[in-house]
């Protein structure tokens, strides 16, 4: 199935972990270390409080220093502006429909953060038509191996590392927290990289 299948078919916790996986992948943008979000992380497993989620959610943006959502004039880099819009629409209630509506906004924007970041993409299309093309890319999937035709290769890992949290979920529900714990932080590892050198590059 296509990511926005995906999606749509999710249950409550399902869809929690799909966002939080994609904004524990941008956790570097914040200067968050790899522990920053693992109250959030155990919350979804069996026997989590639903009701605690919101309470943790607010230590979680209290440690990173996300009180709200920054205005575009506020932040000079685009990608860390939009790893804390992330973190900043996180619902305070675990329900499905407010998690659904967050990771599926949580997808989009980890997408584009991914592209932003690719150093092989410099050259390629502009950001204003970046957002149709990537929900054209969620919509049709990508192939396990390889990427769709034009996808940088940032871009694909993370496709594809949204669909496997997904899959994990709806094959093994909270059983399957802990691989898709492992695929998000081999994806923040990459993520981390990425930043490194681009702070690297700019110095």
Known sequence: MSLVELIAQADERGLAASGLACLDRCVPLLGGDDEALRPLWANLAAGGDPAAWGELLDQVRAKLGIAQVVDDEDVEDEAALLARRMLAAAPAVRSAPEARIWADACSVASLQIHRLLDPAEDDASSADALPQALNSVRAGGA?????????????????????????????????????????????????????????????
């Open 143 to 203: 192939p396990v191996e390889g990427r769709a035709p034009g996808m940088s290769p940032l871009v694909a890992a993370e496709l594809r590392r949204q669909i496997s949290v997904l899959e994990l979920l709806s094959q093994h529900g909270a059983g399957g927290l802990r691989r898709a714990l492992e695929v998000s932080t081999e994806g923040r590892r990459v993520l981390r990289a990425v930043v490194s050198r681009r702070a690297r590059g700019r110095g």
